[in-house]
Each structure stands twice: as structure tokens, then as C-alpha cells.
């Protein structure tokens, strides 16, 4: 099977930097990817990593090690709409092609 | 593009009764999902397919079913609703890296 784990709340302050962490474990290993919700809202895709490294895309970022089944997504720059759950998923090509979400963490941003 | 829509956006069942969560998407996209959320708590995949005529379990898939009869819709079915089933469900369409959400259905079975 699959699993997934981060941290339930990370709480920051506004314009400060935040790194959200994800262990992961899998048979079959695709991808690893972020996603924002904001309550009562859908979630919404933030960015992909196939590969070993960083991904930037604006303010967000997202590490992978595919040998250390790990990965993480920073916030910088954080806003009070960054406020939200954020949710790391595996896409899974094992007994077929699936996205297995984690538990997600809940971002608090303090002014 | 509309996306991904699901309907209703709310729905109140009793205990026994069966009903059908509508999804469809105009992305082409091979790939869809449908996935429950409980309060305070991660999505849980049910059930998926990755093209029209193929579908799969997924981790929770108990007391469900799906069909895909066309690469447009993937339609979510309860066959007798619990209220163990009360939560949001969301469906889902994805390209290699992406999904895109749907607004999600509100179920509560009484």
C-alpha cells in the first residue's frame, strides 16, 4: 500500500519562510505533488516533482529526494491568504495509476 | 472551458436509500478520480479510471460503484447510503501531474 506523512498545523508569521515536510512510502513511485486548500473550497494544484530536486514556481517551492522518500513544499514571502491546508499526494503506478493524498497540514499565518 | 462540474452541490439522504454523484469534465482528460473528504482530514481515493471502460478500487471503495462509459463522465454511485458516508466527495480529472478539482458534493445521510 501507500502512505503519507506531515505535520497536522505549522503555524508562521506573515513575511516570514515556511517549509511544510513529506515522508512517503510506495511500491510504485511516480511523482509527488502539492496541493492548497482553502476551507470549504476544492483542493487546488500547486506544483509536481518527478525528479530529484527544486521546483520554483513564484513564492512557492518543492523539493524531492526519491532516495530518501521525501519531499517538502516552501512558503516564502507568506501572505495571510496562504493560510489554508496544504496537502502532499504520491502518484502511484502500482496495481494501477493512482494520486494518494496525506493527511494534509493546516498553515496558520499570524500577522 | 467549464472544467470539472459536479452535481448536486448538496444532497441529504436517509439511511438505505441509493443515489448517483454526477461528474463530468471537457479537458479530455483520461485520468479521473473520485475522492471523500471528512472533516479535518485528508481526501481518500474510492475509486478511479484511466480512460473510458476501465476502473479501479481505490482505498476506500466499499458501498460504491463507477461506471465509464464515455471519456466526459464518471458518475459516483451509493448503493444503499450509511451514515458512515456523510462527508464532501470530490471528483477529480488529471493530466500526467495535475488534478483538477471539482466544487464537491455535501453528502449527509441521516
Known amino acids: 500500500g501507500q502512505s503519507l506523512e506531515q505535520p497536522s498545523e505549522v503555524t508562521a508569521v506573515e513575511g516570514a519562510i515556511v517549509q511544510i515536510n513529506c515522508t512517503y512510502q510506495t511500491s510504485g513511485f511516480y511523482g509527488l505533488s502539492w496541493y492548497q486548500q482553502h476551507d470549504g473550497g476544492a483542493p487546488t494544484f500547486l506544483s509536481y516533482?518527478?525528479?530529484?530536486g527544486l521546483e520554483e514556481t513564484g513564492r512557492f517551492s518543492s523539493f524531492l529526494s526519491r532516495s530518501d522518500s521525501y519531499g517538502y513544499l516552501l512558503l516564502q514571502e507568506l501572505q495571510m491568504k496562504d493560510s489554508a491546508s496544504y496537502f502532499c499526494?504520491?502518484?502511484?503506478?502500482?496495481?494501477?495509476?493512482?494520486?494518494?493524498f496525506g493527511a494534509g497540514t493546516r498553515l496558520f499565518v499570524k500577522a | 472551458n467549464a472544467g470539472v462540474t459536479q452535481t448536486p452541490k448538496f444532497q441529504v439522504l436517509k439511511t438505505g436509500q441509493s443515489m448517483t454523484l454526477q461528474c463530468a469534465q471537457d479537458?479530455?482528460?483520461?485520468?479521473m478520480s473520485w475522492y471523500r473528504q471528512d472533516p479535518g482530514m485528508g481526501l481518500r481515493l474510492i475509486h478511479y479510471s484511466v480512460g473510458a471502460g476501465i476502473t479501479d478500487q481505490g482505498e476506500v471503495p466499499n458501498g460504491y460503484n463507477v461506471s465509464r462509459s464515455t471519456t466526459e463522465d464518471f458518475p459516483l454511485r451509493l448503493l444503499s447510503a450509511a451514515p458512515s458516508q456523510t462527508s464532501v466527495y470530490f471528483c477529480a480529472s488529471s493530466t500526467r501531474d495535475e488534478q483538477f478539482f471539482g466544487p464537491g458534493t455535501r453528502l449527509t445521510v441521516l
Open positions: 479537458m479530455n482528460h483520461e485520468y
Open positions: 516533482n518527478a525528479l530529484d
Open positions: 499526494a504520491v502518484r502511484d503506478h502500482s496495481g494501477g495509476f493512482k494520486t494518494i
